[in-house]
Nanobody, 125 residues
Framework: QVQLQESGGGSVQSGGSLKLSCQASGWTGSTLCMAWFRQAPGTEREFVAH???????TYAPSVKGRFNISQDNAKHTLYLQQNTLKPEDTAMYFC???????????????????WGQGTQVTVSS
């Protein structure tokens, strides 16, 4: 059973940076297909970033140019470098794993079957 644990969230001022991490455990394979989503109170969960099996990233338009997704397949760890943070980025950030083939772009939450508990990012103005 794959389990996910996010970390790295916090409270920062507008323009600041954070680096989120997602550690996957309980997986004996060589790689996992993973992505980042976020959800603010009273809203639907929305796509943030995904990286496919060839290392090609896909970003939501709202974060493109500011966020950078990367992965360490050997460690089964996913990262999200967040730069130039805005109050609009305030949300609970979740990582997810597909448990299937990893072809992109995968921007729909329905493609992913396992989710972490989330890490809170709060950006003040």
């Amino acid at each position: 059973q794959v389990q996910l644990q996010e970390s790295g969230g916090g409270s920062v001022q507008s323009g600041g940076s954070l680096k989120l991490s997602c550690q996957a455990s309980g997986w004996t394979g060589s790689t996992l297909c993973m992505a980042w989503f976020r959800q603010a109170p009273g809203t639907e969960r929305e796509f943030v970033a995904h990286i496919d099996s060839d290392g090609v990233p896909t970003y939501a338009p709202s974060v493109k140019g500011r966020f950078n997704i990367s992965q360490d397949n050997a460690k089964h760890t996913l990262y999200l470098q967040q730069n130039t943070l805005k109050p609009e980025d305030t949300a609970m950030y979740f990582c997810a794993v597909r448990l299937a083939e990893c072809w992109g772009p995968l921007t729909d939450a329905r493609y992913f079957r396992r989710w972490g508990q989330g890490t809170q990012v709060t950006v003040s103005s």
